[in-house]
Nanobody, 124 residues
Framework: QVQLVESGGGLVQAGGSLRLSCAASGRTFSSYAMGWFRQAPGKEREFVAAISWSGGSTYYADSVKGRFTISRDNAKNTVYLHLQMNSLKPEDTAVYYC???????????????WGQGTQVTVSS
């Protein structure tokens, strides 16, 4: 059974930090590219960050570059994906989703598997 389970969301003041995690199991996710997307109320889901299967390549949306860091831990049966978010802004408020794709760490929301999302709220 494929599972991508996000955690770490919450309420934080502007300028603060949060660390999101995603536990992915049920496939050989260690060979999958993975990414984070977010969706704010009334807006389309947008790309945040992505990482290659090895962790050797990372990609960021311009809006988060320099503030967010994506990383992964390819454990044996479960892959852990992280998103360290610093200097948070009210416009970062959204539901954050982790995703996995068998082929490429792209910026389009065409990944194979998705988590249920975790809410991040940044107060001003």
């Amino acid at each position: 059974q494929v599972q991508l389970v996000e955690s770490g969301g919450g309420l934080v003041q502007a300028g603060g930090s949060l660390r999101l995690s995603c536990a992915a199991s049920g496939r050989t996710f260690s060979s999958y590219a993975m990414g984070w997307f977010r969706q704010a109320p009334g807006k389309e889901r947008e790309f945040v960050a992505a990482i290659s299967w090895s962790g050797g390549s990372t990609y960021y949306a311009d809006s988060v570059k320099g503030r967010f860091t994506i990383s992964r831990d390819n454990a044996k049966n479960t892959v852990y994906l992280h998103l360290q978010m610093n200097s948070l802004k009210p416009e970062d408020t959204a539901v954050y989703y982790c995703a996995a794709d068998e082929t490429v760490a792209g910026t389009r929301d065409e990944y194979d598997y998705w988590g249920q999302g975790t809410q991040v709220t940044v107060s001003s």
